[in-house]
């Protein structure tokens, strides 16, 4: 049982490249989340997933779309990264209203 | 306007002292109150929750918070810091609709 899983854990992009973000859960959990943390910003959300099939918009969603694949996996995707978009970034997910949320160990996320 | 707010960003306490985080909310509704600690590079892992019943819960680690409706304050508590608890300590708030509030978070330091 491995929880939440993301990856990369790293990644270095250049002014325009585009990547995705992988997460996955085995919790059978119907949410999904994304966040980016920033220093004295706290946890900001960029989208989730009440439900597999729906995706709804955070606090911070410009720059990013997502995919909910199935109900395991949630992705997020830059389509053309910008210095603004370093950050690190967290797939979280849960079960039920309101119910605790459980966390991916992170992707460091580096655009130059 | 829902938010929470953590007033202390830095915290510094010998080991062995006691410690009491605090965080106040505002929320229109019943909160759900969680406590997070995120060690340094690391996901955030859940110490404790309130969703309803004894006001004062127990978590993980020898964590301890109570909900004051009154003072909308769910503050941590520990009665002895160990040098492992220094990490960042997030509140958070959510009711029924699967998203958290999050505060920005209190840096808790452990001088040996």
Not at chain 1, 44 to 55: F, H, M, P, W
Not at chain 2, 87 to 105: D, M, P, Q, S, T
């Amino acid at each position: 049982n491995a929880g939440v899983t993301q990856t990369p854990k790293f990644q270095v992009l250049k002014t325009g490249q585009s990547m995705t973000l992988q997460c996955a859960q085995d919790m059978n959990h119907n949410s999904m989340y994304w966040y980016r943390q920033d220093p004295g910003m706290g946890l900001r959300l960029i989208y989730y997933s009440a439900s597999e099939g729906t995706t709804d918009k955070g606090e911070v969603p410009n720059g990013y779309n997502v995919s909910r694949l199935n109900k395991r996996e949630f992705s997020l995707r830059l389509e053309s990264a910008a210095p603004s978009q370093t950050s690190v970034y967290f797939c979280a997910s849960s079960e039920g209203v309101s119910a605790e949320q459980y966390f991916g160990p992170g992707t460091s996320l580096t655009v130059t | 306007a829902q938010s929470v707010t953590q007033p202390d960003i830095h915290i510094t306490v010998s080991e062995g002292a006691s410690l009491e985080l605090r965080c106040n909310y505002s929320y229109g509704a019943t909160p759900y109150l969680f406590w997070y600690v995120q060690s340094p590079g690391q996901g955030l892992q859940l110490l404790l929750k309130y969703f309803s019943g004894d006001t004062l819960v127990q978590g993980i680690k020898g964590f301890e918070a109570e909900f004051k409706r009154s003072q909308s304050s769910f503050n941590l508590r520990k009665p002895s810091v160990h040098w492992s608890d220094a990490a960042e300590y997030f509140c958070a708030v959510g009711g029924n609709n699967r998203k958290l509030i999050w505060g920005l978070g209190t840096s808790l330091a452990v001088n040996p």
